[in-house]
């Protein structure tokens, strides 16, 4: 079932730029890129999703590489309260299987003060 | 604007009992899907709802059954509960028609003893 490949873990250190990698060499030009995070004891919380262009929002930004084999979630000021895991997801997009997110085990990271 | 509830949040069951969970979707969603989160890994989906019909269902028994109300709301029905039900249960919504970002609440911690 796995689509994507994710470190399972990385530190950053507070007000550095986080940058969580993610390889989906296997997408298809029919799914989008997801991320999530999960902080403990909450439910996850959508971040962003892209196609093929780079996406940016009051969260993070998305980059996505021309061939769409990999993506990196760029957190650029990281605070304490962006220790979680994190999660890439490829969804597709039509309403098949939409609903049916993968999450694998995702990316722990760590925010040091 | 309220976004996923669920409740309960937390519950005990002895092994062989029924459990029923609760989620309202946020405003202006009409599809539900419950996930199961086990320690430690990510979440699994169990089944989506979407006009009151079970739409797409994850590798889970029949022992596993739901339910949708005409006010979007939904119900997640387990029966039997076994040890290894123990776990995280998610819900997310989202608008059926847009495949927009699903959203998830907190989640409802069942504990199986």
């Known amino acids: 079932d796995a689509k994507t490949t994710q470190p399972p873990s990385m530190d950053c250190a507070e007000g550095r730029a986080a940058n969580l990698p993610c390889n989906h060499s296997t997408i298809s030009g029919n799914e989008y890129v997801y991320w999530y995070r999960q902080i403990h004891s909450q439910g996850p919380q959508y971040i962003i999703h892209?196609?093929?262009n780079n996406e940016t929002n009051e969260m993070a930004s998305l980059i996505i590489t021309e061939d769409r084999k990999s993506s990196t979630l760029i957190l650029p000021h990281a605070t304490l309260r962006d220790t979680a895991v994190y999660y890439c997801i490829v969804r597709p997009r039509s309403q098949t299987g939409a609903n049916n997110l993968f999450f694998g085990t995702g990316t722990r990271l760590t925010v040091i003060p | 604007d309220a976004g996923v509830t669920q409740s309960p949040t937390h519950l005990i069951k002895t092994r062989g009992q029924q459990v029923t969970l609760r989620c309202s979707p946020k405003s202006g969603h009409d599809t539900v899907s419950w996930y199961q989160q086990a320690l430690g890994q990510g979440p699994q989906f169990i089944f989506q709802?979407?006009?009151?019909?079970?739409?797409q269902r994850g590798n889970f028994p029949d022992r596993f059954s739901g339910h949708q109300f005409p006010n979007y709301s939904s119900e997640l029905n387990v029966n039997a509960l076994l040890l290894g039900d123990s776990a995280l249960y998610l819900c997310?919504?989202?608008?059926?028609?847009?495949?927009?970002?699903?959203?998830f609440g907190n989640g409802t911690r069942l504990t199986v003893t």
């Open positions: 709802y979407y006009e009151e019909e079970e739409r």
């Open positions: 892209g196609l093929k």
């Open positions: 997310a919504s989202g608008i059926e028609a847009a495949n927009s970002p699903l959203h």
